[in-house]
């Protein structure tokens, strides 16, 4: 016998619940058979939730028994709940993933072979030119969280946007290998201050931060990988000067 279901969820012209999606997407990924019921308009969905006392929309029965919201739900069938909150690498894992993907590509199509040395060149780069479009995409909002502990940046504000374009550009030149001598010190200077910042801030001050190196409103944790990001990008600006002497 199939398992029959019922959600009321949102869905007007202006607006379709997320949730709501994810409910019904759920019920039907189970087994369920759902009887879909839609609130056409926000009357409709104020007068569902006073008439039922409920504070939220979506609301799934299961076998005519009231199971609740779409958290609700996920518990009912055994998972875990959405993560919509809390601290996380994924943003930073996801640009090193991709950078290493595309420093394994163009290696490849452009010297037949796979050069650890250009490889691990392309990734730090490519790597500093993702990081760089984070923070420029929305300059302010990076500017709010890069001031709490980069130790120039409190005393000078501008220097968080300084920040954002060294970083970009010294990637972008760096993968043309062109300028070295201009773009490695001041990446070098400038990645210097961040790792002594961000040593001060979490290791000696002891402070719970978030990580702007992804742009503003991330919910990266300041720490390990925030600071070997800045040494990657210290031992990029050392090799390029030293190997631009051989």
Known sequence: ????????????????????????????????????????SMDANKQYKEEHAVDETPQIYIEGEHIGGYDALRKQLGLGPDPKEGTTYRPVVAIFAVALGMALATTWVSLGALELIRVAELFIAFSMCALGIQKLRDVQSYENGFVQYDLLARHYVPYAAIY???ETIGGILMIAGGLTWVVAPIVLVATTIGAISIIKAVYIEKRDLKCACVGGGSDVPLGFISLTENFMMMAMAVWMMIKSLA
């Open 164 to 166: 954002a374009y060294i």
């Open 1 to 40: 016998m199939e398992k029959k279901a019922t959600i009321y969820r949102m869905v007007t012209p202006d607006h379709l619940c997320p949730w709501g999606i994810k409910a019904l997407d759920l019920l039907k990924r189970n087994g369920y058979e759902v009887d879909d019921q839609h609130l056409e």
